[in-house]
T-cell receptor
Framework: KQEVTQIPAALSVPEGENLVLNCSFT??????LQWFRQDPGKGLTSLLL?????REQTSGRLNASLDKSSGRSTLYIAASQPGDSATYLC???????????FGTGTRLKVLA | DAGVIQSPRHEVTEMGQEVTLRCKPI?????LFWYRQTMMRGLELLIY????????DSGMPEDRFSAKMPNASFSTLKIQPSEPRDSAVYFC?????????FGQGTRLTVV
């Protein structure tokens, strides 16, 4: 059974800092891994999708890496801004499916 | 495309009433998911359809919950009878071979 853990649960940083969010999963037989952002009272926005054959994906100030063998992914946010404040969730499918299991998220606050 | 569309956005109902949540996935997507989000349990997958066929409903909490996908452009999640512990935000998502797109959710309150 796929289990997804995210550390830290909450993070507060001053504007401009680079930061790393962590995601670990127990079943490495996955097609891909996704990172999402959720603003309070809103739905989830897909940020990055890493296929199982890839090691990283980049979009603007965001970079996500994937190490399947160790069951880990990191989301790196460069030069953080107050607008980055949100909850970040990673989602991993169970083995051989696209049935996504979510971590509990990291609640990020970037202080101006 | 307008994205995944859910209705209603908010629903308040009395215990024992039937509740129907609706979802229109993104055109061309072949997978559809219903999730429930609460503070205590986070995001839980309730049911997953592929090509309109229910593939895995192991997350449906009990027989009071049912979901249908009569065609590629519409799905419903029904709760009958509803109970206060069903209060949550219910999300629908669709995907095509990987990347999932979520609707804005339906906030359900059962009083």
């Amino acid at each position: 059974k796929q289990e997804v853990t995210q550390i830290p649960a909450a993070l507060s940083v001053p504007e401009g800092e680079n930061l790393v969010l962590n995601c670990s999963f127990t079943d490495s037989a996955i097609y891909n891994l996704q990172w999402f952002r959720q603003d309070p009272g809103k739905g989830l926005t897909s940020l990055l999708l890493i296929q199982s054959s890839q090691r990283e994906q980049t979009s603007g100030r965001l970079n996500a890496s994937l190490d399947k063998s160790s069951g880990r992914s990191t989301l790196y946010i460069a030069a953080s801004q107050p607008g980055d404040s949100a909850t970040y969730l990673c989602a991993v499918p169970t083995s051989g499916t696209y049935k996504y299991i979510f971590g509990t998220g990291t609640r990020l606050k970037v202080l101006a | 495309d307008a994205g995944v569309i859910q209705s209603p956005r908010h629903e308040v109902t009395e215990m024992g009433q039937e509740v129907t949540l609706r979802c229109k996935p993104i055109s061309g997507h072949n997978s559809l998911f219903w999730y429930r989000q609460t503070m205590m349990r986070g995001l839980e997958l309730l049911i997953y359809f592929n090509n309109n066929v229910p593939i895995d409903d192991s997350g449906m909490p009990e027989d009071r919950f049912s979901a249908k996908m009569p065609n590629a452009s519409f799905s419903t999640l029904k709760i009958q009878p509803s109970e206060p512990r069903d209060s949550a935000v219910y999300f629908c998502a669709s995907s095509l071979e990987g990347r999932a797109f979520f609707g804005q959710g339906t906030r359900l309150t059962v009083v």
